[in-house]
């Protein structure tokens, strides 16, 4: 499976984004598609998971009621909507196909990354 997010970009706060991970080759061996972010001198963390052929969804903490991961199954394109962007949400963010689960090492494959920046 080959996963290519695109949507990052530099916005201020309170601004949103749309993140999107669009899976190609044996997408039918995907259970789950996770995101991801990995800020400078941090460790990487799941931000929100769903479950490919489902409903089933999970976002962390921290992004609740701001972010929000869905799919469109027709278009095997997982998105992630981040509204009110706040400066500790600069990072790079990944999309990751793997078990449904909060742990990196749960994913198997995984995007290039996209950069979102915020910042005034």
């Known amino acids: 499976v080959v996963l290519v997010e695109s949507g990052g970009g530099l916005v201020q706060p309170g601004d949103s984004l749309r993140l999107s991970c669009t899976a190609s080759?044996?997408?039918?061996?995907?259970?789950?598609l996770g995101w991801f972010r990995q800020a400078p001198g941090k460790e990487r963390e799941l931000v929100a998971a769903?479950?490919?052929?489902?409903?089933?969804?999970v976002h962390a903490k921290s992004v609740q009621g701001r972010f929000t991961v869905s799919r469109n199954g027709a278009e095997n394109t997982v998105y992630l909507h981040m509204n009110n962007l706040k400066p500790e949400n600069t990072a790079v963010y990944y999309c990751?196909?793997?078990?449904?689960?909060?742990?990196?090492?749960?994913?198997?494959?995984w995007g290039q990354g996209t950069q979102v920046t915020v910042s005034s």
């Open positions: 080759g044996r997408t039918d061996s995907v259970y789950a």
């Open positions: 769903a479950i490919w052929t489902g409903e089933n969804t």
């Open positions: 990751a196909q793997g078990d449904y689960c909060s742990h990196d090492g749960c994913y198997d494959s």
